[in-house]
């Protein structure tokens, strides 16, 4: 994963939680990060798909709850 | 605005676009019995706006596949009834019926007397029955976003099966951004005054160059693209949207223009104000406002040349100034999708709006006449006639609309919606007085508002339109006031003048009719009272 897709996603994902920016880093995930539950799963895959103009299906969008996951789903 | 978002489906990804509205997500899928039970959030004094935004294809249930009708549609529209007529002081916000394009009739569709689209048309038919019966009612178009952009762009199978999302966040975005429009219309915050520049804007090339024949405007070729933005120009100032130009360009050649160019469709009589000369547009722009009697922040000025726009909102900061299109064949989709609803947007139209620039150009002419006779002799030759109306219901949108936008000859500057108007008209302890104008060149319309409070023997708002400052009808308003507070049998009338920036014209006017100053605040505000026999 590139350093310029993680810092994008990162950014997105303190964007969408509220979070200040560089408080989300390339480790993060839903485990990790306070306020990433169920719901804001799907707002983050709402706006990811929006940013970076890619269609998630229905595995993406449940499976991919970490910055890494998210990172991966760029790559393909 | 404290919102309650109720809806079928899952819109919790909405709240994020409608900041800086404070709203909250009504119980999933309970948008019926939410209205429906008079002790559920939506009934409380929590929320001041109610926003019910369903989703067409889910509500219809079994009859979007043919079996059954579509009953919760029908059940929802007389919940949605009861609901804004119990509800007056709430505004209401609903999206018309949309549903989407894949229909199991296919190309039946259209003919057979069951099919989806039927049923599409007669719902929103119940409910624009129901926004024309109940004034806190605001019907938002939606169907408009899916025309723009199209499902393909605005709906998510995968997130619709996983979370019950229908939406994805283009469509979340510029829905919320259309709410916010539309609440802007209804509340008549809209801009009034759309200023144009001429070269490369209201036509194309230069007309001191190529002379009035020699300019680009057509009925075919490029020429259409601006003959188009004219007619869009001309269609929005049926609306109530006054014109001006402001133009480095000799006078001249705009009347050449005007007298022998046969495509344009704007006239010189579609101008409330015309200023082509060589002055800085800043100074043009604030004669125009002034000449107009409205202040610049009602004004958006539209200029090919990005030095002039930058000129201008450097000046006059107040003045919406957009970017103008890149290419010229967009500059009628431009003005119709970017500019109309963000800037004139409306929701009710009045009488008065349609007939706005007529009303302008009259008051020029009783000006120039004004000029030339002492002015007493001038206000008896206008043979001004004041007709007065005691709670006008089926004018309840204007009387909104002026409490809304008059800053001038406005003593309290009150703002109120339809349903603050609604409650004053239901109670017998307040009265609303209106006054319509006439005069020789014409009517103006209802030009004076008063609300009476009989309670408090109190007069809560006093406020009378500028076109008409100047002619000595105020002191007429004021007299059938205090006939009204008579007739109660109120002997002490208060009355406030609170101070705004804009309305120092009429901080003296209690004391010039009689009423004398019980106190007056810090802020400058000052209270009245006046013994009438």
């Given at each position: 994963m590139t350093t310029e897709n993680v810092s994008l996603v990162t950014a997105l994902v303190a964007g969408v939680l509220n979070l200040?920016?560089?408080?989300?880093?390339?480790?993060?995930s839903m485990e990790t990060v306070p306020g990433w539950d169920s719901i804001a799963q799907l707002n983050i895959c709402l706006e990811f798909q929006e940013r970076f103009g890619v269609v998630l299906d229905m595995e993406g969008i449940a499976g991919a709850t970490s910055v890494s996951k998210l990172c991966a789903l760029l790559r393909n | 605005m404290r919102t309650l978002l109720l809806s079928n489906?899952?819109?919790?990804?909405?709240v994020a676009f409608l900041k800086p509205w404070e709203t909250t997500c009504g119980e999933f899928n309970s948008i019926l019995l939410d209205l429906s039970n008079p002790a559920s959030p939506a009934s409380s004094a929590d929320y001041d706006c109610i926003l019910c935004l369903n989703d067409s294809d889910s509500m219809m249930g079994g009859a979007f596949y043919g079996e059954g009708t579509p009953e919760q549609c029908e059940l929802f529209l007389d919940v949605l009834n009861s609901f804004c007529s119990a509800h007056a002081e709430k505004l209401v916000i609903a999206n018309t019926f949309c549903l989407s394009s894949g229909r199991w009739l296919s190309f039946a569709d259209l003919l057979h007397p069951l099919s989806l689209r039927t049923a599409e048309v007669k719902l929103n038919e119940g409910l624009i029955a129901i926004a024309r019966a109940n004034p806190n009612l605001l019907l938002v178009n939606t169907e408009l976003l899916f025309r723009r952009y199209g499902e393909d762009a605005l709906l998510s199978e995968s997130f619709w099966y996983l979370?019950?999302?229908?939406?994805?966040n283009r469509m979340f975005r510029s829905m919320a951004a259309l709410i916010h429009q539309a609440v802007d219309a209804y509340a008549n915050r809209s801009r009034k005054v759309l200023i144009v520049d001429l070269d490369n804007t209201l036509w194309g090339g230069i007309v001191g160059e190529a002379g009035p024949l020699g300019i680009t405007l057509s009925e075919d070729g490029p020429g259409r693209c601006y003959r188009d933005f004219q007619r869009a120009l001309k269609a929005v100032q049926r609306t109530g949207v006054l014109l001006a130009i402001c133009s480095k360009n000799n006078a001249g050649d705009l009347e050449e223009v005007f007298d022998q160019n046969p495509m344009m469709v704007l006239g010189r009589e579609d101008f409330a104000c015309i200023r082509a000369n060589w002055e800085p547009k800043p100074q043009n722009i604030l004669n125009i406002a002034d000449a107009l009697n409205l202040g610049i922040e009602s004004c958006l000025f539209i200029d090919d040349n990005p030095m002039e726009r930058e000129l201008v909102r450097t000046a006059l900061p107040e003045v919406a100034v957009p970017e103008f299109p890149?290419?010229?064949?967009?500059l009628t989709a431009w003005f119709l999708h970017e500019i109309v609803p963000a800037s004139f947007g409306r929701y009710r139209l009045t009488a008065e709006d349609q007939d706005k620039t007529r009303q302008y150009k009259m008051n020029a002419e009783r000006q120039r006449l004004s000029r030339s006779l002492y002015l007493d002799a001038f206000l008896d030759s206008l043979q001004i006639e004041c007709i007065f109306h005691v709670?006008?219901?089926?004018r309840i949108d204007r009387i909104a609309q002026m409490t809304q936008k008059t800053n001038q000859f406005n003593l309290t500057t009150r703002r109120y919606q339809i349903p603050d108007i609604q409650r004053f008209l239901d109670s017998c302890d307040h009265a609303i007085v209106s006054m319509e104008y006439e005069d020789r060149f014409g009517s103006e319309g209802m030009v004076g508002l008063a609300i009476l409070n009989y309670a408090e023997s109190r007069i809560d708002s006093f406020l009378m339109s500028c076109r008409v400052i100047g002619r000595n009808v105020e002191n007429r308003i004021l007299q059938r006031v205090c006939d009204l507070f008579r007739e109660r049998n109120c002997r002490a009338i208060t009355a406030e003048f609170i101070p705004t920036a804009k309305n120092q014209q009429v901080a003296t006017f209690y004391d010039s009719h009689g009423f004398k100053v019980l106190s007056q605040e810090e802020d400058g505000r000052k209270i009245y009272e006046k013994i009438i026999e």
């Open positions: 200040p920016k560089g408080s989300v880093d390339a480790s993060a | 489906i899952n819109m919790q990804p909405l979370g019950r999302v229908r939406y994805t890149q290419r010229i064949e967009n709670d006008p219901k089926e």
